[in-house]
C-alpha cells in the first residue's frame, strides 16, 4: 500500500514563504511524474506545479510562476514546492499527487492534503 504524507502547512505572511514536503511510503514502487494541486473554498482543485521522473521538466500554473519551485528528491521518494513572495490568494488546500508505478500499471495517488493559509 502507497501513501502519500504532506507536511510543511501553516500560516504565512503575505511576502513570505512556506515549503511543503510530500514522501511516498510503501514497497514495490516506483514514481513517475508527481506534482502539487490546490483547491481554495469553493473553487476547482488546480494544478499548481508538476515535475518529471527525473525532475528536468517542471511546469507551473501562470499564478505561481517566478514565485514557487516544486522539485524532487527521488532516494527519498519526496517531492517539495517552496513557496516564496506568498499572496493571500494563495491560500488554499494544498495537495501532493504522485503518479505510482506498480508492476506495467500507473496509478495516480492523492495525499490528505494540506491547509496554507497567507494573511496580508
Known amino acids: 500500500q502507497v501513501q502519500l504524507v504532506e507536511s510543511g502547512g501553516g500560516l504565512g505572511q503575505a511576502g513570505g514563504s512556506l515549503r511543503l514536503s510530500c514522501a511516498a511510503s510503501g514497497s514495490g514502487f516506483s514514481i513517475d511524474a508527481m506534482a502539487w494541486y490546490r483547491q481554495a473554498p469553493g473553487k476547482q482543485r488546480e494544478l499548481v506545479a508538476r515535475?518529471?521522473?527525473?525532475?528536468?521538466?517542471?511546469n507551473y500554473a501562470n499564478s505561481v510562476k517566478g514565485r514557487f519551485t516544486i522539485s524532487r528528491d527521488n532516494p527519498k521518494n519526496t517531492v517539495y514546492l517552496q513557496m516564496d513572495s506568498l499572496k493571500p490568494e494563495d491560500t488554499a488546500v494544498y495537495y501532493c499527487?504522485?503518479?505510482?508505478?506498480?508492476?506495467?500499471?500507473?496509478?495516480?495517488?492523492w495525499g490528505q492534503g494540506t491547509q496554507v493559509t497567507v494573511s496580508s
Open positions: 499527487n504522485a503518479d505510482i508505478i506498480v508492476g506495467i500499471n500507473v496509478y495516480a495517488y
Open positions: 515535475i518529471s521522473s527525473g525532475g528536468l521538466s517542471t
